[in-house]
């Protein structure tokens, strides 16, 4: 079966992902409609299912009782116009209830401009055939099934009332293709609460060379288990795809992610990659590097998490437990937030920025925070309800010209020589320690860290700090030196070498500040 509303002069050319100016192509139902540019009436509701002869409101293949699947051979060609499938399933047949199901050997190709979007709802009681949107259905290795733009979008929308909502659930013998080749973006969203807004996929190749590419569970989870091999998912571009090279972001938007050895995803791409939650956090802790979550060298910036994830209410705790390298921003939110190996931004400019709504803290081994020339923030107690503490032992910070902030309410770490205390090193930028709050809640020692004579400004404290502070360690800055306390005790040399208002050095406490005696400033 072919739909076909490509031009005449394409169908004789015989293109198809090359193919523009065609027309749309609609499967859907219900009363309300819509007016196209051409004055065709289309519907924008669903094909609705409510008897037991087929199992879904739209479906591109065969079904009988005791089916097992199926090479379609079907084709939806619409040559840059959109093509829209929009079903329901309230009854199905023999347990199986789907919104929207495509069978394997199906190809939908909308050609250089127009846009994909499948949308599916299940109702009714839970089965392991209850799906919004299957994709392809029946999966049995039997042809590779393809949705296909350029610069046209592709959205895939599932909801389910007592199932998944979305399953991209592949067979490795015949992996499905999702792509968008050119400008055009790919959004896979299950909609819907808990376990009914969830995404399986086994064996699919999401590719887009420069649009977003988005996977997304509103309230549950994005899961990854094998069908047939266990294959890995790819992400981006793939060696011998209609896309094989990638600039596209990816996002990863779910509460929680599971993913089954050798069937996670390959991040393939140059873009940024985000893992973040549907809601305001993730519902278990997250140690990074995942497993069977690989990411491209060529990744130009990682997020884990977002601003919520550190608000102080609910926050999953990230782990960092091993080496990562980016080549490009880090930026990391949670609870508490523990790196136990190095931290790299290889991009000129580039920050990394961890931040915590409780404390950061590191294992008792050495350690290295890494830009090129970017800035370095590591902010515990991002709530500022006063109970983040910064535990940095057998730590390094290189900022190159970039500036450096600790931020957090107490500080616990053992001070010493390099490489026991936290330690400065390579850097020109600025060096600032201060609370998230007004004020530390306890008192703090220029000491407790090592510096280079490098950096361009240092300040400890905000105006409003209400602890005590100390200086037992010379400290020779390039720059402006700003200390605010309560009682300020200088013990040993502060040197400037800045000119001009570069070179101010300004201790304001509440109470009383005193110079040793010796002591320069």
Not at 158 to 184: N, R, Y
Not at 484 to 509: F, R
Request: hydrophobic share 35%.
């Amino acid at each position: 079966v072919v739909l076909d509303s490509r031009t005449a002069a394409d169908r004789t050319a015989n293109n198809t992902s090359t193919a523009s100016g065609g027309g749309s192509i609609t499967l859907g139902g219900g009363s309300a409609s819509t007016t196209l540019a051409s004055g065709t009436v289309v519907p924008t509701g669903v094909a609705w299912q409510t008897d037991g002869g087929i199992p879904s409101g739209v479906l591109l293949g065969t079904y009988f009782s005791g089916f097992s699947g199926q090479n379609t051979g079907i084709q939806l060609l619409s040559g840059g116009g959109d093509i829209t499938l929009r079903g329901k399933s309230t009854v199905g047949s023999d347990g199986v209830r789907l919104g929207v199901g495509i069978m394997e050997g199906t190809t939908i190709d909308a050609g250089t401009t127009g846009g994909v979007t499948i949308a599916g709802e299940a109702v009714g009681p839970s089965g392991n055939g209850v799906a919004g949107v299957d994709f392809p259905a029946w999966r049995t290795g039997l042809a590779i099934p393809v949705i296909r733009t350029h610069d046209g979008n592709i959205s895939i929308t599932g909801s389910s009332t007592d199932g998944i909502a979305v399953l991209l659930g592949g067979h490795s013998s015949a992996p499905p293709i999702i792509a968008s080749t050119g400008t055009g973006s790919l959004t896979i969203e299950g909609t819907g609460t808990g376990t009914n807004s969830n995404i399986g996929i086994s064996s699919t190749r999401f590719l887009a060379a420069s649009g977003l590419i988005r996977v997304k569970s509103q309230d549950g989870v994005v899961s990854a288990t094998p069908t047939g091999v266990a294959l890995p998912i790819a992400l981006g571009s793939l060696a011998g795809t209609p896309v094989t090279s990638s600039t596209s972001n990816v996002e990863i938007i779910s509460n929680a992610l599971s993913l089954a050895a050798s069937n996670g995803f390959d991040v393939n791409t140059s873009g940024t990659f985000t893992l973040e939650p549907a809601g305001d956090d993730f519902t278990n802790a997250i140690t990074f590097p995942i497993a069977d979550l690989a990411l491209d060298a060529a990744v130009s910036g990682l997020t884990i998490g977002k601003a919520s994830s550190a608000d102080g209410t609910s926050d999953a705790n990230v782990t960092i437990a091993g080496a990562t390298s980016i080549a490009g921003p880090i930026s990391v939110y949670g609870g508490d937030i523990t790196f136990n190996q190095n931290l790299t931004s290889t991009l000129a400019n580039a920050a990394i920025l961890l931040e915590a709504s409780g404390s950061i803290g590191t294992a008792n081994s050495v350690k290295t925070v890494a830009t090129t020339n970017g800035n370095i923030s590591l902010i515990g107690d991002a709530d500022a309800n006063g109970s983040g503490q910064l535990d940095l032992d057998y730590t390094y910070y290189q900022a190159g010209t970039g500036n450096i902030l600790l931020r957090g309410e107490t500080f616990s770490w053992a001070g010493g020589e390099p490489g026991v205390g936290p330690t400065i090193i390579n850097t020109t930028g600025t060096f600032t320690m201060e609370s998230s709050d007004t004020s530390f809640s306890q008192g703090v020692d220029v000491a407790w860290l090592n510096y280079p004579s490098t950096l361009s400004g240092y300040t400890l404290g905000k105006s409003t700090n209400a602890g005590n502070v100390e200086s037992n360690v010379a400290l020779n800055v390039n720059g402006p030196i700003s200390i605010y306390g309560v009682d300020i005790s200088i013990n040993e040399n502060l040197n400037t070498t800045g000119g001009g208002v570069d070179g101010d050095i300004l201790l304001k406490g509440s109470g009383d500040i005193t110079l040793a005696a010796n002591k320069s400033l």
